[in-house]
T-cell receptor, first 117, second 113 residues
Framework: AQKVTQAQTEISVVEKEDVTLDCVYE???????LFWYKQPPSGELVFLIR??????QNEISGRYSWNFQKSTSSFNFTITASQVVDSAVYFC??????????????FGKGTKLTVNP | DVKVTQSSRYLVKRTGEKVFLECVQD?????MFWYRQDPGLGLRLIYF???????EKGDIPEGYSVSREKKERFSLILESASTNQTSMYLC????????????FGDGTRLSIL
């Protein structure tokens, strides 16, 4: 079965520090999709990025960047020059295509990031 | 922007009650999902639906049922609420197609006393 591991339960940094959130996944599928979501204190999960297994290019969006490495089954997320507004729980997720069933997402347990002023 | 609206932000019910959690999306999405979120466990899929009147069990369907009579509305039903169903419940929707991003509601924090 698919599995997503976010080993860091909680991270605390000071504003302007860079921080990397780790995500390691397990899958037997050759085609799969990886996601990152942000859940601020308000509760709503916000979609950040979707990456398919054939695209290993790293992506940068402002202060956010993602490093996808199939060789190590990792899809890590880095925030550069962190800000207090980045404080949230971040979830990594992996697509799953169960035999005889419909596609769905498997989520990691999340990493709670606190950025202190 | 996609809007997924959950009917209640906070809800308190008693053990044994039948509880309805409602979710409505306004973007004509085919797919809808119900998750529960518990500390240390992340998000777990309860049920999902890829079409009207269609439903599939997720990873933890026991004690729950769902209804999708209209495309925009997906209801989660706790047939006889129990204290171990106290949790945050999140609804999501997505457009049809290969694993498109899911859009989430604000969540319903349900307490069963």
């Amino acid at each position: 079965a698919q599995k997503v591991t976010q080993a860091q339960t909680e991270i605390s940094v000071v504003e302007k520090e860079d921080v990397t959130l780790d995500c390691v996944y397990e899958t037997r599928d050759t085609t799969y999709y990886l996601f990152w979501y942000k859940q601020p204190p308000s509760g709503e999960l916000v979609f950040l990025i979707r990456r398919n297994s054939f695209d290993e290019q790293n992506e940068i969006s402002g202060r956010y960047s993602w490093n996808f490495q199939k060789s190590t089954s990792s899809f890590n997320f880095t925030i550069t020059a962190s800000q207090v507004v980045d404080s949230a729980v971040y979830f990594c997720a992996l697509s799953e295509f169960p035999e005889g069933g419909s596609e769905k997402l498997v989520f990691g347990k999340g990493t709670k990031l606190t950025v202190n002023p | 922007d996609v809007k997924v609206t959950q009917s209640s932000r906070y809800l308190v019910k008693r053990t044994g009650e039948k509880v309805f959690l409602e979710c409505v999306q306004d973007m004509d999405h085919e797919n809808m999902f119900w998750y529960r979120q518990d500390p240390g466990l992340g998000l777990r899929l309860i049920y999902f639906s890829y079409d009207v009147k269609m439903k599939e069990k997720g990873d933890i369907p026991e004690g729950y049922s769902v209804s999708r009579e209209k495309k925009e509305r997906f209801s989660l039903i706790l047939e006889s609420a129990s204290t171990n169903q106290t949790s945050m419940y999140l609804c999501a929707s997505s457009v049809a197609g290969t694993v498109q991003p899911q859009h989430f509601g604000d969540g319903t924090r349900l307490s069963i006393l």
